[in-house]
């Protein structure tokens, strides 16, 4: 189950996505402890401390969740110091996940956070934040400009995440790529809308948000099966990823290694979704007579 993503080396090829654990430390301790875990990615830090939005702000929609949390974190200078407190005991890669609204913020933070990470993770999809996110990673010279600064200020490995809400979304993965992207990870949330039909208004407090879950595997095979014929850098697939089956489905599209988020709070923020899929996973290698994950990734290009 032993696999790399640009230089990092991961025991399993399995990733808590960003965001699902919340930005707390001891959690992400505890998380690397689990041996199904391959790698941890922190919760999107910011320039500067973000309170997020009001409640409600997740709503469970049975095959999904909606969620405008918007993107609430101490600023990257605490969140340095909350991370520099669990680093040397954690077991995976820990990858920063940054959300930085142009390329000098980002220089800063990666500059400043370079100690504690082993990669980092550029947020520029996430669909409900003013300014930052999607509102930057749709336009193709920003996110040139901010992944060449994130770049130029460490050495270690850079994915950046991008969103399904954009048609471009190969000419902004290139324009990452040429920028010195390292890997792509495809794809944050969904933008979408609930509303509340006693209330007669929307549910969420932010009005718009961003649909993760079951709802959007689909996409994300898509996304990733796409992006796969088009860049030559590994790909790390996310969305609605809650059994092997679905972590297989990415592999087979493209995915070097998969993220799991939703499926986390959907089992009651239980970490046995980890063991199950790896088990599976192990079991279908088997099965098939494979001797290594490795060999599945691309496969469903060669039908
Ligand atoms: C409550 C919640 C918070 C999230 N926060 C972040 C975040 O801070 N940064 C980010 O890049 N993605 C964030 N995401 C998106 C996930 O990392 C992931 O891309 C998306 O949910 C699709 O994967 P999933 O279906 O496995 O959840 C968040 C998702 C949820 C549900």
Known sequence: MKMEVASLVLRSPLIVASGVLGSSGSLIKNVSENP???????????????????????????????NAMGLPNPGYLDYKVELASIKRDLEVPLI??????????AGKMVEALNSVADGFEVNVSCPHAKNLGLEVGSDVQTVR?????????????????????????VDVARSAVDAGADAITAINTVRGMAIDVNAMKPVLSNLYGGLSGKAIHPVAVRIVYELYEKLEVPIVGCGGVYDWKDAVELMLAGATAV???????????????????EKGIIEYLTTKGFSSIRELVGLAHNS
């Open 259 to 277: 993220q799991i988020g939703s499926a986390i709070a959907y089992r009651k923020m239980s970490l046995n979704v980890f063991n199950e899929i």
């Open 36 to 66: 199904s875990v391959g790698a941890v990615v922190t919760k999107t830090v910011t320039y500067k401390p973000r309170n997020g939005y009001e409640n409600p702000t997740v709503v469970d929609l049975g095959y999904g969740f909606l």
């Open 145 to 169: 400009k901010i992944v060449k600064a994130v770049r130029e200020s460490t050495g270690k490995p850079v994915l950046v995440k991008i969103s399904p809400n954009v048609t471009d979304f």
């Open 96 to 105: 920063v996940s940054i959300g930085p609204s142009n390329g000098e913020e």
